[in-house]
């Protein structure tokens, strides 16, 4: 296995496909520690329940079936992300994560800091349930 | 059961054109989709209606 450089990395939300407009995406997966402790012991802990959250930066497009009309109706609701480290078909070299029920608090519709700049979005999708698909 | 035409070349697994149903699109938000354009709700239109409108 080779150490690989993300080049082409596909996201899609809510079943749209908006790699071609994504700059960047983390996902991280994260199992919430509780302590489980015990008189005579020493500290030890348990997993609970998944806490998950995927941070992604697309470039603001208004075109129809873009990223305006895809994000804006999602703020404030839950829905599906994906992501994979290429496009072609999901493997153990490509593996596949999947959240449902990921939470959407806010979208930035226009942020236009510089002069003639492209305007990046940076959302981020909170809770939910993780799996990851191999094949 | 609803049925709704892609209205997108951004949808997933569904070309342009295609109808799909509430269970093909399991786990999306699909009021969402309808609202940014991705998906056209289908209407049917019952024989009574279509009566009507040829007498009309």
Redesign the interface.
Known sequence: MAIIAFKNVDF?V?????SDRMNSVVLTYEVEQQDATVMGGNRAFIGGIQNNTLEVTLYQDFD???VE??I???VG????VTVRPGAQATSSTNPLYTI?GAYLASHTPINATDVGATSPVTLTFTGGTLVKTTS | MAKYQVNSHRLNGKAFGDVVSETDLVGANIEALVEGGHLIPVIKTSKKDEAKAEDN
Request: net charge negative.
């Open positions: 899609t809510n079943g749209v496909n908006l129809a079936n873009e009309a895809t804006f109706p999602l609701q839950t829905t599906t449902t």
